[in-house]
T-cell receptor, first 115, second 114 residues
Framework: AAGVIQSPRHLIKEKRETATLKCYPI?????VYWYQQGPGQDPQFLIS???????DKGSIPDRFSAQQFSDYHSELNMSSLELGDSALYFC??????????????FGSGTRLTVV | AQTVTQSQPEMSVQEAETVTLSCTYD???????LFWYKQPPSRQMILVIR??????QNATENRFSVNFQKAAKSFSLKISDSQLGDAAMYFC???????????FGAGTILRVKS
């Protein structure tokens, strides 16, 4: 079965650079979520989209932006990168109603390292 | 705001034995959902089991079961017949019936000894 695809798997950037993370949800899933997991930390919710509109917003820095496209894939854009942005970034997807009961399916994550 | 607390940073269990991971949460909502996720060394987040707050019956998935005590706001995970492949970080998570995001606990590292 198709899963949530995230690219790239690993990314190394220098401070003050820009990074773009991509997420391709499971087919027919209309909702995408982004989470950030720092070293030894629990995942923290960043932002979510339903039907290409932002549906919820968490602790996402102003330096970060995200959007969901017409094919439901999503991109997380991160600018002016800081060392503290080094983390595992998860994307998850669900159907709008499916998430209520079933949680959602996570991708394998993008490991971002800022040097 | 909802919070999820996992008071056991690390637990160990002997292979084939049973272990219980604790989770408590704080909420004023009446409609919500609780989940346990497993994160092995690969860092993949894998849904283990879920519980709807309106259901009194405890959820069970093969060797995994929960003890859901709504009044006490407690949601523990029991793993029976532990296997080496169960070794992972386990996160308890909460989701309201109205919102999208999951709120995670700090996690419990489970080590399985052979």
């Amino acid at each position: 079965a198709a899963g949530v695809i995230q690219s790239p798997r690993h990314l190394i950037k220098e401070k003050r650079e820009t990074a773009t993370l991509k997420c391709y949800p499971i087919p027919r899933h209309d909702t995408v979520y982004w989470y950030q997991q720092g070293p030894g930390q629990d995942p923290q919710f960043l932002i979510s989209f339903y039907e290409k509109m932002q549906s919820d917003k968490g602790s996402i820095p102003d330096r970060f932006s995200a959007q969901q496209f017409s094919d439901y894939h999503s991109e997380l854009n991160m600018s002016s990168l800081e060392l503290g942005d080094s983390a595992l970034y998860f994307c998850a997807s669900s159907t709008g109603q499916g998430a209520l009961r079933y949680g959602y399916t996570f991708g394998s994550g993008t490991r971002l390292t800022v040097v | 705001a909802q919070t999820v607390t996992q008071s056991q940073p690390e637990m160990s269990v002997q292979e084939a034995e049973t272990v219980t991971l604790s989770c408590t949460y704080d909420t004023s909502e009446s409609d919500y959902y609780l989940f346990w996720y497993k994160q092995p060394p690969s860092r993949q987040m894998i849904l283990v089991i879920r519980q709807e707050a309106y259901k009194q019956q405890n959820a069970t998935e093969n060797r995994f079961s929960v003890n859901f005590q709504k009044a006490a706001k407690s949601f523990s995970l029991k793993i029976s017949d532990s296997q080496l492949g169960d070794a992972a970080m386990y996160f308890c998570a909460y989701r309201t019936g109205y919102g999208n995001k999951l709120v995670f606990g700090a996690g419990t590292i489970l080590r399985v000894k052979s």
